[in-house]
């Protein structure tokens, strides 16, 4: 990715700019239709969304407006797009079966929706930038196969907390650093009964322009527990214990406080994914070590530190402003900023908030039913721990008492769910 940016100038310059199609334009999707507003060699074609209206915002936030059509017929669209206009629709197969896109972002948030986007995407040859994390721990490691046996690339994005970590993980096992953890700084305090319905969080919801779930999936935990599962799946590395440990701690103290306990630390094994709650946020962090002498005394004099482990921390991460630069990664260099290995290594898991009821419907994630944590996937599938990602409309079984691991045993999943298919291939392969 060195020469990106001339890269992207060089397609400028001969007037075949990367197409681009945006399935989802809530804040992150109208960012990203920002961002792309200002480069060089990039286009946002189409963008979808279920109201037509965010569409229209976003093209006009980012100077497009006169230069919309809005259509949900294919024909028209392509027509619009060879005209040099954008084009807004509700229609998310557009953003895929258009001649002229190369490569769609998902950013729904929808598990299910990641699904059908994804086998979509796999059937029409383009590349797939998945924003829905929560889709991506639930069949990532499947999604991530077919689309490597279509041709095309199956990517996480920059920007995003994986993305970034996986980014800076990359960088020390390149150099041949053993990693002892890696993680993020969690941007709010840890309410694990937060529930979507609490005043609290409607009045913070509207003061921010968020949804209240989108909020409270941060607040309960959950997103925290998407996120590292997702690193951890890229990586090989695992959670310490369930649920991660989570300290409160600032940058300076991450070094020693993500060590063995025998070095004064917390962790029982090294090689983890985890977090921690105080000054790290917007940042993300890979702690490592060296047995080379010669190197210890080297990275002392870069004022690493003394040791044995040493940060490597990066104090941002920008969220869907850097989606387009994995947009970019796919197409021209046929690379991924982030995705699953072949089969998972830890399960995002769902458990209770409240006294549940037999007969009742769960609702999403970030609502009132239940939050996400993170277990190891043999763990969890020895235990038939409900993925979290399959948890949206099941409907219990029986009663669960508040703090319960939701199970499979528990509850009723829809067969409907293209997701719940793909899943059960994926647990039948791998």
């Given at each position: 990715m060195y020469e990106i940016d001339a890269k992207l100038a060089e397609l400028e310059s001969k007037h075949c700019p990367i197409q681009v199609g945006l399935i989802g334009v809530g804040q992150m999707g109208k960012e990203i239709v920002c961002q792309v507003g200002l480069m060089k060699g990039m286009r946002i074609a189409v963008?979808?969304?279920?109201d037509v209206s965010f569409c229209l915002k976003a093209f006009e936030a980012a100077g497009y407006a006169g230069e919309i059509v809005v259509t949900d017929d294919l024909a028209e669209a392509e027509a619009a797009i060879d005209q040099g206009k954008k084009v807004a629709t509700t229609n998310y197969q557009i953003a895929i079966k258009a001649k002229q896109i190369q490569s769609v972002i998902d950013a729904t948030g929808s598990p299910e929706m990641g699904a059908r986007v994804t086998l979509l995407c796999c059937n029409y040859k383009k590349n797939i930038v998945m924003m829905n994390v929560e889709?991506?721990?639930?069949?990532g490691p499947i999604l991530r196969q077919m689309a490597e046996n279509a041709g095309i690339v199956y990517s996480l994005t920059a920007g995003d907390e994986p993305g970034s970590i996986v980014e800076v993980y990359r960088f020390a096992k390149a150099l041949g650093f053993d990693v002892v953890a890696a993680g993020k700084g969690k941007n709010n305090p840890l309410n694990p009964y937060a529930k979507s319905t609490d005043a609290e969080y409607v009045e913070k919801a509207r003061l921010r322009d968020m949804n209240p779930r989108m909020l409270v999936e941060f607040v309960d935990g959950s997103k925290t527990m998407v996120e590292m599962c997702a690193v951890s799946n890229a990586t090989g590395l695992v959670p310490d214990i369930r649920g991660m440990h989570g300290p409160s701690c600032n940058v300076k103290d991450l070094a020693h406080v993500f060590s063995l306990k025998e070095?004064?630390?917390i962790l029982e094994k090294t090689g983890v994914?985890?977090?921690?709650i105080g000054d790290i946020n917007p940042g993300v962090f890979v702690v490592v070590t060296t047995e080379n002498k010669q190197l210890r005394a080297g990275l002392i004099q870069r004022d690493m530190g003394y040791g044995p482990n040493y940060l490597l921390y990066r104090p941002y991460h920008l969220c869907s402003c850097e989606t387009?630069?994995?947009v970019a990664q796919g197409v021209i260099y046929g690379e991924s900023t982030a995705h699953p290995m072949k089969k998972l290594t830890s399960e995002c898991i769902t458990i209770a908030k409240d006294d549940l009821k037999c007969g009742q419907k769960l609702d999403g994630i970030g609502e009132c039913c239940y939050r996400g944590s993170i277990e190891l996937a043999p763990v969890a599938k020895k235990e038939r721990m409900l993925p979290l990602g399959l948890a949206k409309g099941a409907v219990l079984k029986c009663d669960v008492p508040k703090d319960t691991i939701i199970t499979y045993d528990m509850v009723e999943l829809s067969n409907d769910s293209v997701l719940l298919q793909l899943r059960r291939i994926q647990d039948i392969l791998y």
């Open positions: 963008a979808v969304d279920l889709c991506d721990v639930t069949i070095q004064g630390g994914v985890d977090f921690g387009p630069m994995t």
